[in-house]
């Protein structure tokens, strides 16, 4: 069945870089998301990538794909305060139904 | 309109009580869906539209929820007889099903108090 999984906590200092992993296992996903829920706010679209992509870069953010192992990543460079939030990972599975993760709530110590 | 738009924004009501939710997509999204985000926890899907097809109802937790859509328009979620448990912020989304415009969208939630 269609299933996302991913931690629920990550603890980093400030500066430091954040990786946030995610499993998923609809091979036929196409795209896959990463999702920020700030404090208080709903959730919006970070950034994706295409499942025929390895990898995508947009300032901060990496995000890496192993399509093999089915397994989806987000790297914060440089980690601030201000990125504390929970981030959800996402696929687009078979029939286009956009299945979540339950988030992992990142804490950036100061 | 310009997005998401739900109502209404917070709910209290009593043990026992019917609610009705309601959530108004973007302008043609085809998709609409609605979660469940309890205090300090992930996404709970709950159902899924898509267009005119049978909608997937394999996130709702039991019979007391429900969920209609008409057309590719408004979409009301329906809890009878509430439950404690039934506490948490509804969150509705809707997606443009198009090519490269697969992006959720989604409303800023209802947040719904049992007591």
């Known amino acids: 069945g269609e299933d996302v999984e991913q931690s629920l906590f990550l603890s980093v200092r400030e500066g430091d870089s954040s990786v946030i992993n995610c499993t998923y296992t609809d091979s036929s996903s196409t795209y896959l998301y990463w999702y920020k829920q700030e404090p208080g706010a709903g959730l919006q679209l970070l950034t994706y990538i295409f499942s025929n992509m390895d990898m995508k870069q947009d300032q901060r953010l990496t995000v890496l794909l192993n399509k093999k192992d089915k397994h989806l990543s987000l790297r914060i460079a440089d980690t601030q305060t201000g990125d504390s939030a929970i981030y959800f990972c996402a696929e687009l599975a078979g029939g286009f139904k956009t299945i979540f993760g339950a988030g992992t709530r990142l804490f950036v110590k100061a | 309109g310009a997005g998401v738009s739900q109502s209404p924004s917070n709910k209290v009501t009593e043990k026992g009580k019917d609610v009705e939710l309601r959530c108004d997509p973007i302008s043609g999204h085809t998709a609409l869906y609605w979660y469940r985000q309890r205090l300090g926890q992930g996404l709970e899907f709950l159902i899924y539209?898509?267009?005119?097809?049978?909608?997937?109802k394999s996130g709702l937790p039991s019979d007391r929820f429900s969920a209609e859509r008409t057309g590719e328009s408004v979409s009301t979620l329906t809890i009878q007889r509430t439950q404690q448990e039934d506490s948490a912020v509804y969150l509705c989304?809707?997606?443009?099903?198009?090519?490269?415009?697969?992006?959720?969208?989604f409303g800023q939630g209802t947040r719904l108090t049992v007591v």
């Open positions: 989304a809707s997606s443009l099903r198009q090519g490269m415009d697969t992006e959720a969208f």
């Open positions: 539209f898509q267009g005119n097809s049978a909608p997937d």
